[in-house]
């Protein structure tokens, strides 16, 4: 049964919709959800005005939302709970790693899962529930679900660029020496991610571990990390 908010929020989606394209957006963002094709910025006036047109909406109210987009027909809806709450702040510690580890589990590609974990934690977030998050992220590198296991990199790439603490440091190499192996481009794509993340504080140690692990890693990884380690760029 589709949440009364959530219907509100895909009647904007279907009149916004600018249809589709040549291009398979789709399948670029890995997805093979319904999608509805809308810019960005399309997408955060839709919150935008939602926010302001429920100043009153309860906490509980906000989470049966969530938990229902979590769970929408559309990749849209899945990638949408994010774009709400940067504009409802005041409850983003609805996000808790046991909801995050939870939802990731109705999210597919690249795309919906980065929509839930780069955008959304930074260093400060992390550290800030460290024990909890830890743990999580820990058991995510080793779950069966591809896009939990792509999470446990993704949820650091923010905060390792932002902080030096080694902490965070520690836990992506533990999740990389788990996940180096992988093959599949959800995966190869990420260990590529954090490893040029983790250069601004841990330059050494990042090249250390390409030369210790040049044989396993994905060549893309190596290749990417490699080209920012010389040039300082993506």
């Given at each position: 049964?589709i949440n009364k908010l959530?219907?509100?929020?895909?009647?904007?989606?279907?009149?916004?919709?600018?249809?589709?394209?040549?291009?398979?957006?789709?399948?670029?963002?890995?997805?093979?959800?319904?999608?509805?094709?809308?810019?960005?910025?399309?997408?955060?006036?839709?919150?935008?005005?939602?926010?302001?047109?429920?100043?009153?909406?309860?906490?509980?109210?906000?989470?049966?939302?969530?938990?229902?987009?979590?769970?929408?027909?559309?990749?849209?809806?899945?990638?949408?709970?994010?774009?709400?709450?940067?504009?409802?702040?005041?409850?983003k510690d609805l996000f808790?790693?046991?909801?995050?580890?939870?939802?990731?589990?109705?999210?597919?590609?690249?795309?919906?899962?980065?929509?839930?974990?780069?955008?959304?934690?930074?260093?400060?977030?992390?550290?800030?529930?460290?024990?909890?998050?830890?743990?999580?992220?820990?058991?995510?590198?080793?779950?069966?679900?591809?896009?939990?296991?792509?999470?446990?990199?993704?949820?650091?790439?923010?905060?390792?660029?932002?902080?030096?603490?080694?902490?965070?440091?520690?836990?992506?190499?533990?999740?990389?020496?788990?996940?180096?192996?992988?093959?599949?481009?959800?995966?190869?794509?990420?260990?590529?991610?954090?490893?040029?993340?983790?250069?601004?504080?841990?330059?050494?140690?990042?090249?250390?571990?390409?030369?210790?692990?040049?044989?396993?890693?994905?060549?893309?990884?190596?290749?990417?990390?490699?080209?920012?380690?010389?040039?300082?760029?993506?």
């Amino acid at each position: 049964m589709i949440n009364k908010l959530q219907k509100e929020i895909i009647e904007e989606f279907k009149r916004l919709d600018r249809g589709s394209s040549k291009f398979d957006l789709p399948k670029y963002l890995g997805t093979d959800n319904k999608f509805y094709h809308l810019k960005t910025a399309v997408q955060k006036q839709i919150a935008k005005e939602f926010v302001k047109k429920h100043p009153n909406i309860t906490k509980e109210e906000f989470l049966e939302l969530l938990n229902a987009l979590n769970v929408g027909e559309s990749s849209n809806e899945r990638r949408f709970g994010t774009t709400l709450i940067s504009r409802k702040k005041e409850f983003k510690d609805l996000f808790t790693p046991k909801r995050v580890f939870e939802w990731l589990a109705n999210l597919s590609g690249w795309c919906e899962v980065d929509s839930l974990c780069q955008s959304t934690f930074g260093a400060e977030d992390i550290l800030g529930d460290w024990s909890v998050w830890e743990k999580t992220i820990t058991k995510m590198a080793r779950d069966k679900n591809i896009s939990r296991r792509r999470a446990s990199l993704v949820l650091l790439t923010r905060s390792v660029r932002e902080s030096n603490d080694e902490r965070l440091a520690k836990l992506a190499f533990e999740n990389l020496e788990k996940l180096k192996s992988e093959k599949d481009i959800l995966i190869t794509k990420a260990v590529s991610w954090i490893l040029r993340s983790l250069i601004k504080h841990h330059w050494e140690k990042v090249v250390e571990y390409i030369n210790t692990n040049r044989e396993v890693l994905p060549k893309i990884a190596i290749r990417e990390t490699e080209r920012k380690l010389k040039t300082g760029r993506k």
